[in-house]
Structure formats: structure tokens, C-alpha cells
Antibody, heavy 125, light 108 residues
Framework: EVQLAESGGALVQPGGSLRLSCAAS????????VTWVRQAPGKGLEWVAN????????YYVDSVKGRFTISRDNARNSLYLQVNSLRAEDTAVYYC??????????????????WGQGTLVTVSS | SFELTQPPSVSVSPGQTASITCSGE??????VCWYQQKPGQSPVLVIY???KRPSGIPERFSGSNSGNTATLTISGTQAMDEADYYC???????????FGGGTKLTVL
């Protein structure tokens, strides 16, 4: 059974840092892209970042570039998100998800087929 | 920047058909997927690659994509389908992944 479990969320002051973790099991972690998606309280889903199988490709939403860093440890079946210079608007539940992608008819197919339960990051003084 | 536009809310009577739209520039050229999220739960993939259903998703869920609009259709809507629904696509290597703003489906 595919499982993803996030941890590391906390209450942090503006300007602070956290490291979020996502432990994967039930599939060959090193064969898949993985992604972080966040959801502010009462708001919609926002894609944050993703990373390819060996960590050589990383993409970020503009609002977190230069502040967040995605990484992975395939030996530990783990995904990470280092979040620095936190702002009130970063307050959200952060989900990790398995990221399926392929090229079909010359276009990229991308979707998130398994999600974790989320970890809450609250930025407040 | 690229945006996907969804209606904030859609209402449907039990047993009727619900249609939720997702609009975006040249969306016909992209592959769209849909997620269902119930209160307090993580999102669940219900449609991928415009029209395909993952294993375990009921046949009453279907998808289409034409022109600038993708549509999630729920036939014979049940009370358990009441949830928020989000469309999502990969736009390009600069923008990467984009979600629509979400649609709250009410079954009444």
C-alpha cells in the first residue's frame, strides 16, 4: 500500500525556518517524481515545488523561489522541504504527493496520485 | 502567468448530473486532472489525462477537455460527492503545475 507521511510542521515566527519531511513507503520511491502542495486555511490548493527521481531537476512556484528548497534522500525514501524566511502568507497545511508524469501525444501528462495527510505550518508572532 | 478559472460553487439535486468547469488559455492543448477534497481530508485524484479514472473511482465521474474548457461531470450525483473539486494541469517548464481555485459542490 502506497503511503506518504509528512512531519515537521510547527508554529514559527516570521523570518523563521523549518524543515518538513515526507516519509514514503509501499512503492519504489526512487522511480518517481514527488511534489509539495500547500493549502492555506479555508483556501484552495497551491503547488509549491517538485523534484525528479534523482534530484537533478527542481521546480518552484514563484512566491517561494529563493526561500524554499526541495530535496530527497532515496536511500531513506524521504522527501524534504527546507522553508526559510517564513512569512504569514506561508501559513498552510503542506502535503507531499507522488507525482506521475509522462509524455503523451507530444504533451506532458502530470498528476498527483497519492497524497499524505499533511503537516501544518503556522507563521505568527 | 497562467490561470485556471473554476466557478466558486455548483449546486445539484441528488440523482442529477453535476458539471464543474475549468477554463484556461489553450487548455485543449494540455492534460487536465481533477481532485476531490472533503472537509478535513487530503485531496483524492478522480480524473487524470482529461478523461481517465483511477482505479476505485466510481464510473459516475467523467471528464472532458475541449477548446479552452475542461469539464468534470458527475452523473447520478450522490450525497457523498459533496466536496471541493480542483482542476490541475502542467503549463510549461517555467510555470510548472497550476491548480484552479476550486469549486464547492453542494448536493441538496
Amino acid at each position: 500500500e502506497v503511503q506518504l507521511a509528512e512531519s515537521g510542521g510547527a508554529l514559527v515566527q516570521p523570518g523563521g525556518s523549518l524543515r518538513l519531511s515526507c516519509a514514503a513507503s509501499g512503492f519504489t520511491f526512487s522511480n518517481y517524481w514527488v511534489t509539495w502542495v500547500r493549502q492555506a486555511p479555508g483556501k484552495g490548493l497551491e503547488w509549491v515545488a517538485n523534484i525528479n527521481q534523482d534530484g537533478s531537476e527542481k521546480y518552484y512556484v514563484d512566491s517561494v523561489k529563493g526561500r524554499f528548497t526541495i530535496s530527497r534522500d532515496n536511500a531513506r525514501n524521504s522527501l524534504y522541504l527546507q522553508v526559510n524566511s517564513l512569512r504569514a502568507e506561508d501559513t498552510a497545511v503542506y502535503y507531499c504527493a507522488r507525482d506521475l508524469r509522462a509524455v503523451y501525444a507530444m504533451t506532458l501528462v502530470s498528476y498527483f496520485d497519492y497524497w499524505g495527510q499533511g503537516t501544518l505550518v503556522t507563521v505568527s508572532s | 502567468s497562467f490561470e485556471l478559472t473554476q466557478p466558486p460553487s455548483v449546486s445539484v439535486s441528488p440523482g442529477q448530473t453535476a458539471s464543474i468547469t475549468c477554463s484556461g488559455e489553450t487548455l485543449w492543448d494540455k492534460n487536465v486532472c481533477w481532485y476531490q477534497q472533503k472537509p478535513g481530508q487530503s485531496p483524492v485524484l478522480v480524473i487524470y489525462q482529461d478523461t481517465k479514472r483511477p482505479s476505485g473511482i466510481p464510473e459516475r465521474f467523467s471528464g472532458s477537455n475541449s477548446g479552452n474548457t475542461a469539464t468534470l461531470t458527475i452523473s447520478g450525483t450522490q450525497a457523498m460527492d459533496e466536496a471541493d473539486y480542483y482542476c490541475q494541469t502542467w503549463w510549461d517548464s517555467s510555470t510548472a503545475e497550476v491548480f484552479g481555485g476550486g469549486t464547492k459542490l453542494t448536493v441538496l
